[in-house]
């Protein structure tokens, strides 16, 4: 692990010249849309991104996870998005594509990704475009936060929720509620916690869910 983060920040410090920004995350739980990926264990992430002075940007994230159809075995996600960000008064808006790839098969997919935002408030529409096998095209997500900076001078808070739309009217619809605190030291480290509450069928909800998580960025 030590070696890896070696490897990473070398990387980053030519990265940076290059224009490129990033940053690397350790979580005490990895929660997808209150979903965990690791069975509820640690996770290692890296994001990189090159945003163009047009608007336009490509990036990509990469984070270990558990195989759930392999008793949990470890494998990887690999994540690449591109799309464009821009802004109209105090208006934000943003329009692109991801691709979700993971170590094993038949899961990968792409989504578009369609958001909007104004101050603190943010708004995303997310609808899955192609699947592996078709499993989930037409799948819809949608989701939307808040997230007020440096509250009383201290910490960063955040909350919101998020709401599936399944294609297949009689699958029920997951609903997930969460909420987060952190604080940076400098401009680079950030420490935070998140929790979660998630619910199957937005009806009942099961036992609430946390994580902590420490990210450096560059």
Known sequence: MIRVLLAVLIAANYLIGAGFNGKIEFVSDYLFRGVTQTDHENALQGTLRYSFESGFYLGAFGSNIYD??????????????????????????????????????????VEALFAVGYGGFDLAYYSVISADGGRGEGDRYVEASAGFSEVLDLVDIGFGAGYALPNDRDEDKPLNLFASLGRAFGRSVYIGARGELYSSDAKSFGKPRGLISLRAAF
């Open 68 to 109: 759930p159809r392999k008793d949990n075995t470890r494998a990887i996600e690999y994540d690449f998005r591109g799309g464009y960000l821009g802004e109209a008064g105090d208006m934000r808006f943003e329009a692109g594509a991801i691709s979700r790839n993971f170590s094993f098969e038949d899961a990968n997919f």
